[in-house]
């Protein structure tokens, strides 16, 4: 299992159209993936558990990662999660 603090970047909380791409993009991943802070645990292959994240009293989080893909799983999301800003949308 790895651990790594993470400062989120960008707007809180985050939009659904963030949540659902940062979801999409945990969920390509075997590992299991999730965000710690002091109110709980949230599932970072879940749109809604990171729309929950919204009442956060801090931007830093710990964010866990276990499975056979845990490390680019654990680089992958930790680079979306610290994003400062939206990426574009289609036009």
Avoid: H, I, W, Y
Wanted: hydrophobic share 45%.
């Amino acid at each position: 299992m790895l651990t790594r603090k993470v400062t989120l970047g960008g707007t809180l909380p985050f939009t659904a159209l963030r949540a659902g791409r940062l979801a999409r993009a945990a969920a390509s991943f075997s590992a299991r993936l999730v965000l710690q802070d002091a109110r709980g645990t949230f599932n970072a292959k879940s749109t809604l558990g990171l729309l929950s994240l919204g009442s956060l009293s801090g931007r830093v989080m710990t964010l866990l990662a276990e499975g056979p893909d845990e490390q680019a799983a654990m680089d992958a999301l930790a680079l979306l999660l610290e994003e400062q800003e939206e990426a574009p949308g289609p036009s």
